[in-house]
T-cell receptor, first 115, second 117 residues
């Protein structure tokens, strides 16, 4: 069965510092992996997705993630945090490996950005 | 880009009444839609998957008769919470997807905050 684990329910960084949000996956088939951001009382916005093409995926707002099969990881990074990056971030895996199959979400990481 | 419109954004209802939440894909045809429930400071829990023109597939533990899902067209899916109780209060989010070589992937609605009093 597919699953994702997000290490760290809360991450706090200073403005301008590196952002690193961790996600490890478990999948019996080649996974499709996603990172979403959620602002309070809003839906989810796609940051980026891995669909078996390039292992380094660039997304919106300066975020990127690298798929590492050997480590079963898909960590999200951003070189320099902005105050507007403060939000909840979810890693997700597509069950069945297809982009239209249901998503299984991690427990989320709340990112705080300190001035 | 793909847009999913979800209404209402907030609803307060009395215990025992029913509430309908709509999810519309505005600029693409959504053959599959997903309904999630999110508790405060928690992750998203998939409730059901609906395919246009067929019955929804519910996740284990989700009451089919309480959470009625209809996906009558390629652009509209509805979730009706029947005989709502305070424990049904939650944030409900829909997501739409569409297959094909230019697969959009998943697009989420903006969510509905349901409060049952």
């Amino acid at each position: 069965a597919q699953s994702v684990t997000q290490l760290g329910s809360h991450v706090s960084v200073s403005e301008g510092a590196l952002v690193l949000l961790r996600c490890n996956y478990s999948s019996s088939v080649p996974p499709y992996l996603f990172w979403y951001v959620q602002y309070p009382n809003q839906g989810l916005q796609l940051l980026l997705k891995y669909t078996s093409a390039a292992t380094l995926v660039k997304g919106i707002n300066g975020f990127e993630a690298e798929f590492k099969k050997s480590e079963t990881s898909f960590h999200l990074t951003k070189p320099s945090a902005h105050m507007s990056d403060a939000a909840e971030y979810f890693c997700a895996v597509s069950v069945g490996g297809g982009a239209t199959n249901k998503l299984i979400f991690g427990t989320g990481t709340l990112l705080a950005v300190q001035p | 880009g793909a847009v999913v419109s979800q209404h209402p954004s907030r609803v307060i209802c009395k215990s025992g009444t029913s509430v309908k939440i709509e999810c519309r894909s505005l600029d693409f045809q959504a053959t599959t839609m997903f309904w999630y429930r999110q508790f405060p400071k928690k992750s998203l829990m998939l409730m059901a998957t609906s395919n246009e023109g067929s019955k929804a597939t519910y996740e284990q533990g989700v009451e089919k008769d309480k959470f009625l899902i209809n996906h009558a067209s390629l652009t509209l899916s509805t979730l009706t919470v029947t005989s709502a109780h305070p424990e049904d209060s939650s944030f409900y989010i829909c997501s739409a997807s569409s297959p094909g070589p230019t697969t959009i992937g998943y697009t989420f609605g903006s969510g509905t905050r349901l409060t049952v009093v």
